[in-house]
């Protein structure tokens, strides 16, 4: 046996890395709580009174400066995510009778986004019956009442009924109000407008298959229909591709969750910071969080040890050195944070310049090799942190690592630009081409969320301007 010495090298987890990630992790309001929590237990912390701003000079007594939060947020409208709106604008603050929750604007039900597209071409006797109809659909889509009670509930023919079911079943998304999910594909099937032989042969394959052979259909008997096995794999395929059985889930699985649970929106009073621009031109970050140099340690609390001995005295320095501790962890936590959303920053200048278009593709772990940090320090920096941005917008910085923002971009533009109403699968086919790949049904949804009309009512829309 041989005993000696050999050098090691490990990670040792010690208190201050637990602390700075803990902070690391919270949002400005949430550190806001930490930091009155721990002012509260440890009598030799202390904040400092009557700090002047840096940025504007101002006397501040509490941390942050508020005539700098409300310079920066001035311009701020709406957050993209919860549809918030700030309630404290200065146009509206002094307002006796403002009620800040008149700022939240609830999101879109599927009913009321069924009505705002159907009651226009409706005859006004209708609307009522189109209202009860559209109330009256589940969370998969499909209309949960018969035309029969409808008609005895409002004591209308049951021919009448039906005529607006059926003007309803031609909104976005088609085939909503069916009674099932044979109506609803055969509805979506007629509202496809062909684009070619092929497509059409496709579609009326499609039509008689669905009509005449549903059970063989829904149970995969092939060998039973008698349609060419060639057409028959086709026409299925052409199906799986372009129809959905269950519109409601098209795009509005934010309206199921709501309805399954409670809801949870994430609604931000304020940001945790600002990005905004400076007198020179350039991109600026002013983090709103209470920052080390409003804490310290008690100049009384000193005195105190000084003079005290026993076990009085060792229970006080370990006070005083956990005081210590989190300033030091809140200055490393203010520090980290601010590398990393000024890197995040100058990789995304031309977005937050220019739109969420120009968003460029970035991941967590680049961003984290850019600083040299670990990746997890990055994750816990980003998480569930909001950002005002220069066009008035409030976003989470996650915003800055999904590539779907920007392809809902693109899928404006094609359709702002379009010469004729694409489809969902034409619009599909284009962002393959571009390398941005994505499933039919998620250009939907992404339509859906930019309140964008499929194609066949745009280009109804456009018969009636022309006309």
Not at 9 to 37: D, G, P, R
Not at 59 to 75: D, I, K, N
Not at 241 to 246: E, K, S, V
Not at 346 to 352: G, H, K, V, W
Request: aromatic content about 4%.
């Amino acid at each position: 046996m041989h005993f000696g010495l050999y050098p090691v090298t490990a990670t040792t987890v010690t208190t201050h890395i637990i602390v700075t990630t803990h902070l690391l992790t919270l949002t400005s309001a949430e550190l806001e709580a930490e930091v009155h929590a721990e002012l509260a237990e440890n009598p030799a912390l202390e904040m400092v009174d009557g700090q002047r701003c840096h940025r504007c000079g101002a006397l501040v007594e509490t941390p942050p400066c508020p005539q700098c939060v409300r310079e920066l947020l001035a311009g701020t409208v709406i957050n993209v995510d919860s549809g918030y709106r700030p309630a404290g604008r200065a146009d509206r603050s002094g307002s006796d009778g403002y009620d800040p929750l008149m700022g939240v604007v609830q999101p879109v039900r599927l009913a009321d986004h069924i009505m705002r597209q159907l009651e226009p071409m409706l005859e006004p006797s209708d609307v009522p019956i189109a209202s009860y109809l559209a109330e009256s659909i589940g969370e998969r889509g499909f209309l949960g009442v018969t035309v029969a009670q409808v008609a005895a509930e409002l004591r209308v023919a049951q021919p009448v009924v039906e005529r607006v079911l059926r003007q309803l079943q031609q909104v976005d998304p088609v085939g909503v109000g069916s009674r099932g999910p044979q109506e609803c594909l055969l509805r979506q099937l007629e509202a496809l407008s062909p684009t070619g032989p092929e497509v059409s042969e496709l579609r009326l394959i499609g039509l008689r298959l669905l009509s005449e052979f549903w059970d063989h259909f829904l149970h995969a008997r092939w060998s039973e229909i008698p349609i060419a096995a060639r057409d028959l794999s086709a026409a299925v395929a052409f199906i799986r591709a372009n129809l959905t059985p269950y519109p409601a889930m098209a795009g509005w699985e934010d309206e199921l969750a709501r309805r399954r649970g409670p809801a949870s929106p994430t609604v931000y009073t304020r940001p945790d910071m600002v990005i905004h621009i400076d007198v020179h031109g350039a991109l600026a970050v002013e983090v709103f969080a209470i920052s080390s140099r409003w804490l310290r340690l008690s100049p009384s609390f000193k005195q105190m040890i000084r003079g005290a001995n026993g076990k009085g005295q060792d229970s006080w320095r370990e006070m005083a050195e956990r005081a210590e501790l989190f300033i030091k962890c809140l200055r490393q936590r203010q520090g980290t944070l601010r590398r990393a959303v000024e890197a995040l920053v100058t990789y995304q200048e031309r977005a937050i310049r220019e739109g969420d278009e120009h968003i460029r593709p970035l991941t967590r772990t680049q961003l984290a090799e850019m600083l040299d940090v670990h990746e997890a320090t990055v994750s816990r920096a980003m998480s569930g942190k909001t950002a005002a941005l220069p066009d008035g917008r409030i976003v989470p910085l996650s915003h800055f690592f999904e590539c779907g923002k920007s392809i809902k971009e693109l899928i404006r533009q094609m359709i702002a630009n379009e010469d004729q109403p694409l489809n969902d699968s034409a619009i599909e086919a284009k962002l393959r081409v571009m390398g941005r790949p994505i499933a039919r049904r998620t250009v939907a949804k992404y339509r859906n969320m930019l309140d964008i009309l499929p194609a066949h009512l745009r280009a109804r829309q456009k018969e009636c301007v022309s006309a």
